[in-house]
């Protein structure tokens, strides 16, 4: 089983909005300071979505087969990407990068 719920949570330190999971739970981080100031970190990842699910499905899979250690260790992962002929470093959870709806960027 991957992703099969959402949770939407602020953040109480200074961290900026991001996505994680827990259990098959994807979690929903906004920024502190952007809930404060009632600024939604949100509208711009819409077209995203569906990647972001996915990515965060690899990593519970992963780390349901793997353990946790090399479910996290996936986002460390860079690799050499070519757009219009110019090469990126990028890792491989860099959504603006993906080619599909898996959110893994590849080469």
Do not use: W
Not at 63 to 73: F, P, Q, T, V
């Amino acid at each position: 089983m991957a992703i099969n719920d959402f949770a939407v949570a602020c953040a109480v330190d200074d961290s900026t909005a991001y996505f994680t999971y827990e259990g098959e739970t994807m979690l929903i981080i906004q920024s502190k300071d952007h809930a404060k100031s009632g600024r939604n970190d949100f509208e711009a990842i819409q077209p995203f979505v569906e990647a972001l699910i996915s990515h965060e499905s690899v990593h519970v899979v992963i780390k349901k087969l793997e353990g946790a250690n090399i479910s996290d260790s996936l986002d460390d992962i860079e690799i050499i990407v070519e757009r219009d002929g110019v090469k990126f470093q990028v890792t491989l959870n860099n959504i603006l990068f993906a080619q599909d709806t898996s959110g893994i960027v590849t080469p």
